[in-house]
């Protein structure tokens, strides 16, 4: 029994002790009918059995440590500092629960505090939290935000179609018990300027993505001014890794600033888990979901650090609570302040500026390929969208060929860019594996 | 514990002094001792606004709790105590006093029957702390 | 003791990591879409590294030592675990991936929806909510999705027990539902009355935690199911306190209709300080069409002895996706390693062996500190942190003082319904021997409580830290720290 100290005599000392007879006699509650099933799983087997086994299904994939990866879509192969794990794989860290004795949790404490720093001072934003599951959950709440800031009053979202669709999705499951219109997503070409229509008195909030699901850079000034005329919040959905270049969303005057943290230092891992970026200004610190960690000092006049503003969460607001969520992804947040604080000020920059280039490089080796052809001439950073002469799945098919894998089929979630495909390039992407990534298209375009 | 004789209380712990047709309201002593140091007061009307009995009027915290403050009686809110929020702390050390919270106008002075006298409303803090 | 926050071993001009030069042209940058300021610390490696491992020294882990955290089963998180989700064909996997590529991701998936389905009596499962609470929206939305899909949209209500973690009425509220709040018994079970009373055809179902917060399994269980599904409401579990039940009952058999399972708690994967954890939603057949997707399922039969190809479904009637892609894989992959390790029997020496410790503790210290609920009790049990010999004495005071001891204190305060609660769960992790230190312990605690309080009131004293003023962490808030030099640049 893996993992349980207990010996036949600790059993029956401590089975005397409590005054029963046997292990079975402490289920009496339990009804007799349903007690003690049969369970059809397999038996144990040993660490060193269980080990091989898991390589073996490990060995099952193919991974991007093995074949070039160009797909993004909201999830992104790139760089980790060694350091990073070897700070997750301390016991303390990990094996540590929510800091709510403080005493004992100064290292989670303070290391989240410079979390909620780093996340501020990258987005240009005044206060964090610790972190929510993911850039779609972070979404949701920020439209439950969003309609408790105008008090139940205002009944609509403005969403653009430029937002992951996986995020607009879980908003819309999130949002499915309550009187909420969404629009504005409907047509995927519809840039920002298009969507100054939708705003009226209304709108509770305009939500954007920057840079967007298709790699764009836009410029979201504008739209901030027609929003806060119109009394509602602006929220921007950020690549936190592309803020290493880019203008901070604080200066088109943000409300709400939400991302995937994944970027920074977190292993893609099929999907999970990731970090969900949550950050406001100052005056909306009351209405936020999750965690908040304060400074503070403790009875021997150290400086300290606490969870504080507890009473606007679940355990102690219950169904007036500002969220639900309690575990969040404490470790990750750990993961990106370490990476962003061994990349720094200039590893972040560099980092950002190679997947530029890179990916500025590629589009343009793509473009002079027959048959391909970029969707516009918008500014990106690292990802862009290629009209393909072939279907996408096909492509990908013979990139595999190649030990590539292929970028993201539009017209999977957007029917309007059936054959468009969507393709990252990060600073894990040498020249060579561009170059040959383009040779292979060109091979595919033939067939 | 202090109980005001001239004030009428209810039995969320808020309190109304009535003088004319005007309604001071607040949160009591028993409140104050309950919630522990108050952090935070935030006024959820306006003046102008008309606002019935029961409605909400202002939000709370404290350390480890959060409540709500609801008007004893119906009526069109007259003043705000604009210091309050700055002084949070205010609610623990004078709660019948410096610590007012909204100030109405009593649309139904018959709505005023419903509330407790200082005597009955000890009677209930007795009740509860049992 | 204090740690210099990361700014402060900051100096211009300092490079943490080393990075490949641009091979490839330059191409223009944005126009007026650069950032000038970028208010990052430039820190070397060693000194991360330095700070990082410092701050990890003032933590306690479930690897330091004993951690009774009520419902919250901080049990020992298997080393192999940490090895297994890091191997690269799980850690360098892509979610995007076309599904052939990843049929050793999707396997694992598929194998640990089928073997909570077994363990739980349950017809489908999903593992995409990321977390308890989330698992809970899911769950609620689900009963809400079912209800409107016959027709019912008048079910507006949510039964919800007094003695229930906070998440309930909160992910209740998130789903447009209305909380009726139901008071317990004077055995700590629901109020078979006020339950009877309560269930109409307004009601939509009800949430219960089984045993409950109380370490108590509910005596009327059946009774409780039955008043619910006779009015037309579902019941929802909230699978907290699943380490009590591994092997010994089927939440499914004993009617439950959605269930959500916490990985991080029963299926051992570590807290990491607040997360992530993983919150899977178990089902019973009528609602499996209602479930959150994609999930995984066998799209091709396998010939003979071959594998079968597996895909990503979306569920007929999904309630829609609850998060991005598929749920947090990376915990699936320990609690996979977790369940195939223990097995079957593995798993029922879990339950027996966890509740085995509360039941030895309970009977150890019932004479020293008062136990409200004084029976059996499952995986663990509430205490009373408070004495009349010893007045002004509260279960916030012994907990400190447990930690000059070397102990993680118990969950305080909780459940609601308990005065001063400490709840104790030990878990199936710990010996003996270090349950006897425990007891001796709180036995000295017993005993300062009324010799010399004040060491209580004061503590604790051999930690790092001492009580944290928590008053002035909310009246001034700082919430951020940011670099010196930035006010400078920002006038700039």
């Known amino acids: 029994m893996a993992y349980i100290p207990h010996t036949d005599d600790d059993r029956r000392d401590m089975l005397a002790a409590i005054g029963v007879g046997s292990l079975d006699d402490l289920y009496q509650a339990v009804p007799a009918k349903y007690r003690f099933p049969d369970l059809d799983l397999p038996e144990a087997i040993s660490e060193l059995e269980a080990a091989s086994e898991l390589q073996a299904l490990s060995e099952a994939n193919l991974d991007v440590r093995h074949n070039a990866c160009f797909l993004g879509a909201g999830a992104y192969h790139h760089f980790t500092p060694s350091v990073v794990d070897h700070i997750l794989r301390r016991n303390e860290f990990y094996t540590a629960y929510t800091p709510y004795q403080p005493e004992l949790s100064q290292g989670t404490l303070q290391a989240i505090f410079e979390y909620q720093s780093l996340i501020c001072n990258l987005t240009g934003m005044e206060v964090s939290n610790a972190s929510h599951y993911d850039g779609a959950t972070a979404l949701a709440e920020a439209v439950i935000l969003a309609l408790n800031q105008h008090r139940g009053k205002r009944h609509k979202i403005v969403l653009s179609p430029a937002v992951h669709p996986h995020y607009r999705q879980t908003v819309r499951t999130y949002m499915q018990g309550m009187d909420l219109k969404i629009v504005g997503d409907d047509d995927c070409c519809r840039g920002p300027e298009e969507l100054l229509p939708f705003i009226d008195a209304d709108t509770a909030m305009v939500a954007v993505q920057y840079p967007d699901f298709f790699g764009h850079i836009v410029d979201f000034h504008r739209l901030g001014e027609v929003a806060h005329a119109a009394g509602a919040l602006l929220c921007i959905v950020v690549n936190p890794l592309a803020l290493g270049l880019l203008r901070p969303p604080s200066d088109f005057d943000a409300d709400v600033v939400v991302g995937e943290g994944q970027p920074l230092g977190i292993p893609l891992s099929y999907g999970g888990p990731y970090l969900g970026l949550f950050t406001t200004k100052q005056e909306l610190v009351r209405k936020m979901a999750g965690r908040l960690v304060g400074e503070t000092v403790d009875s021997r006049g150290q400086r300290g650090y606490v969870l504080t503003l507890t009473p606007r969460e679940q355990h102690i607001r219950r169904e007036k609570a500002t969220s639900n969520i309690c575990t969040n992804v404490a470790l990750m947040a750990l993961a990106s302040a370490v990476y962003l604080s061994v990349m720094g000020r200039q590893g972040l920059r560099q980092v950002a500026e190679l997947c530029y280039h890179k990916a500025h490089y590629a589009a343009a080796e793509i473009g002079r390929v027959p048959g391909f052809r970029l969707w516009n001439e918008a500014e990106f950073f690292n990802e862009f969208v290629m009209a393909c002469p072939q279907p996408v799945a096909e492509i990908n098919e013979h990139l595999l060929e190649h030990e590539i894998i292929g970028g993201y089929d539009l017209g999977a979630e957007y029917p309007q860019l059936a054959g468009h495909m969507l393709i990252a390039v990060t600073e894990m992407n040498s020249r060579d594996e561009i170059d040959d990534f383009v040779a292979a298209l060109e091979e595919a375009a033939h067939d | 514990m202090q109980f005001p004789k001239d004030l009428k209380f209810t039995k969320n712990d808020e309190w109304i002094r009535v003088e004319g047709d005007q309604g001071t309201i607040g949160i009591t002593d028993y409140a104050q001792d309950q919630l522990s140091d108050i952090v935070f007061v935030e006024m959820t009307v306006a003046p102008g606004e008309q606002a019935a009995k029961g409605a909400a009027c202002a939000t709370i915290e404290s350390v480890k709790a959060a409540a709500e403050v609801f008007l004893p009686v119906g009526g069109t809110v007259t003043r705000l105590n604009e210091d309050l929020p700055k002084n949070p702390e205010q609610v623990n050390r004078d709660p019948f006093g410096a610590a007012w919270m909204v100030q109405i106008k009593i649309a139904d002075p018959a709505e005023l029957k419903d509330l407790l006298d200082a005597a009955a409303y000890e009677a209930y803090c007795k009740e509860r702390a049992t | ?492």
């Open chain 3, 1 to 492: 003791m204090t740690e210099p926050l990361i700014y402060d071993l900051s100096a211009p001009g300092r490079l943490g990591v080393s990075l490949p030069e641009t091979d490839v042209p330059l191409a223009p940058l944005p126009a007026g879409l650069t950032r000038d300021v970028l208010p990052l610390p430039e820190v070397s490696e060693i000194d991360v590294v330095r700070h990082f491992v410092r701050l990890s020294q003032l933590n306690y882990g479930i690897d330091t030592g004993f951690y009774p955290l009520g419902s919250c089963t901080m049990k020992y998180n298997p080393k192999i675990n940490e090895d297994v989700a890091r191997l690269s064909g799980f850690a360098h996997t892509h979610p995007l991936q076309d599904p052939t590529t990843v049929q050793g991701n999707l396997a694992l998936m598929y194998s640990v929806q089928e073997w909570l389905k077994e363990i739980g009596g349950f017809d489908g499962v999903s593992l995409q909510p990321a977390a308890g609470a989330h698992g809970e929206l899911t769950g609620i939305l689900i009963l809400r999705a079912y209800h409107r899909a016959q027709g019912d949209a008048k079910r507006t209500k949510i039964l919800i027990p007094d003695s229930a973690h906070g998440t309930n009425p909160a992910s209740t509220a998130m789903a447009g539902m209305q909380v009726v709040e139901l008071p317990s018994d004077s055995r700590g079970n629901i109020d078979l009355e006020s339950l009877r009373a309560a269930c109409d055809a307004t009601v939509a179902g009800l949430m219960l935690t089984n045993p409950n917060t109380l370490g108590l399994f509910e005596e009327h269980l059946l009774e409780v199911a039955r008043l619910v599904h006779e009015c037309g409401g579902l019941v929802y579990g909230d699978g907290a306190n699943m380490n009590a039940l591994l092997g010994i009952v089927r939440p499914g058999d004993l009617g439950f209709d959605v269930f959500h399972f916490n990985l991080h708690k029963t299926f051992s994967t570590p807290h990491g300080g607040g997360g992530p954890g993983s919150g899977p939603v178990g089902v019973v057949s009528h609602l499996v069409e209602f479930l959150p997707g994609p999930i995984v399922e066998i799209v091709e039969a396998g010939e003979d002895d071959e594998a079968p190809l597996y895909g990503l479904v979306m569920p007929a009637r999904s309630i829609g996706r609850v998060k991005a892609f598929h749920g947090h894989f990376g915990m699936h992959v320990r609690a996979f390693t977790y369940m195939r390790m223990q097995g079957k029997s593995g798993l029922r020496a879990i339950a027996d062996h966890a509740v085995l410790n509360a039941n030895y503790l309970r009977a150890r210290l019932r004479g020293t500190y008062h136990v409200p609920f004084d029976r059996i009790c499952m995986h663990e049990f509430v205490a009373e942190g408070k004495w009349d010999e010893a007045p002004g004495v509260r279960a916030l005071d012994v907990s400190k003082r447990l930690m000059d001891y070397g102990f993680h204190p118990p969950t305080n305060y909780f459940p609601l319904i308990v005065h001063e609660a400490l709840m104790i769960e030990p878990t199936e992790t710990e010996s003996r021997e270090t349950l006897d230190m425990f007891v001796k312990a709180m036995e000295a605690i017993a005993r300062e409580a009324r010799s010399d309080p004040d060491v209580l009131h004061t503590a604790p004293h051999n930690t790092p830290f001492g009580r944290l003023d928590e008053v002035r962490a909310a009246k001034e808030l700082v919430l951020c720290c940011r670099p010196a030099w930035l006010e400078g640049a920002k006038a700039e």
